[in-house]
């Protein structure tokens, strides 16, 4: 009889009834995926996800070094006085280089500890309102300090890359940003329906131009519809949050979470509550 035979194999202690192995001699029984290899697995797909995110922002400042080559600094004296009336307008008291680049790029800005603004190569045919308005956009970003808030928010998103709330906060704060520099802008003066129409000529002109992640470009097309609504909404409180304000909601922040995170932590098991392993185990 070519049938393999059944291999008997001792009933456990516990009275349960024992199958007999029909596997044919010799025949190797199938791996299986241990907790320790699965959590292994787990964290290699992690690491591997960390490692490509922590790269692109490490090629960033070469992707804007390639973009700003052979740039140049912006000294007509036109330029430079609406410069510093916009500065002085948003109280921003930092050195702000003001480039203008070869190529048709997107108005952005981009550098923590230096911060600078690209103009377009056709920047010298906009008019004197134009001007101003991107200034203003501009140099609000460098008025709240967005473009380190935005590097934080790309190294929380590349170590908590797996939880999708992470990367949904990351986007509410980019069309968040943006609102509030607009709203910095109207609040200087800028009236609703001009601001609006130079907002979409230049996302319509510059949509292809390239813009890294890590810059703040102008007007991204994904965020345009949210924010025309916004500026054309005369009801909007546009009164930019003051220092004390903001510090006393960080403060609440502060308050309110960090005893929730201390109260999760305290129903958290140790070692100890753990049942102990089964006898014969292994600890296993």
């Known amino acids: 009889d070519a049938s393999p035979r059944a291999v008997p194999v001792p009933c456990s202690e516990d009275g349960r009834r024992c199958e007999p192995d029909t596997a044919p001699p010799g025949a190797s029984a199938a791996p299986r995926l241990t907790p320790r290899a699965a959590l292994a697995a787990l964290y ?3 690491a591997a996800g960390l490692v490509l995110l922590l790269v ?14 052979g740039s140049r600094e912006v ?5 430079r006085r609406t410069c510093d009336a916009a500065a002085a307008q948003l109280h921003v008291t930092r050195a702000v280089r003001l480039l203008r680049s070869e190529r048709d790029v997107m108005p952005l800005t981009f550098g923590t500890a230096a911060p600078t603004i690209v103009l377009p190569a056709s920047a ?7 001007r101003r308005a991107v200034l203003l956009h501009e ?6 300090r967005d473009c380190l808030v935005q590097r934080i928010a790309a190294f929380a998103c590349a170590f908590y890359w797996p939880h999708p709330g992470v990367w949904w906060a990351a986007k509410r704060l980019r069309t968040e940003r943006e609102l509030a520099c607009d709203d910095r802008v109207l609040a200087s003066g800028a009236a609703a329906r001009d601001y609006a129409g130079h907002l979409l000529d230049i996302a319509h002109t510059f949509r292809a131009a390239p813009a890294p992640a890590t ?12 924010r025309l609504l916004a500026i054309l909404d005369e009801a909007r409180n546009r009164t930019a949050l003051g220092r004390v304000r903001g510090s006393v909601l960080v403060a609440v922040a502060i308050a309110v979470f960090l005893p929730m995170a201390g109260v999760r932590a305290a129903f958290m098991p140790t070692d100890a509550a753990w049942p102990a392993p089964l006898p014969g185990s292994g600890g296993q």
Do not use: S
Not at 75 to 79: E, I
Not at 124 to 130: L, M, N, S
Not at 215 to 226: C, F, I, T, V, W
């Open 56 to 69: 692109r922002l490490a090629v960033e400042p070469f992707a804007l070094r390639r973009l700003t080559r």
């Open 75 to 79: 000294t007509d004296a036109g330029w």
């Open 215 to 226: 810059a703040l470009g102008m007007a991204r097309a994904r965020q345009l519809e949210r």
């Open 44 to 46: 290699a797909v992690y």
């Open 124 to 130: 010298d045919e906009w008019g004197d309102d134009r």
């Open 139 to 144: 140099l609000a970003h460098v008025a709240r």
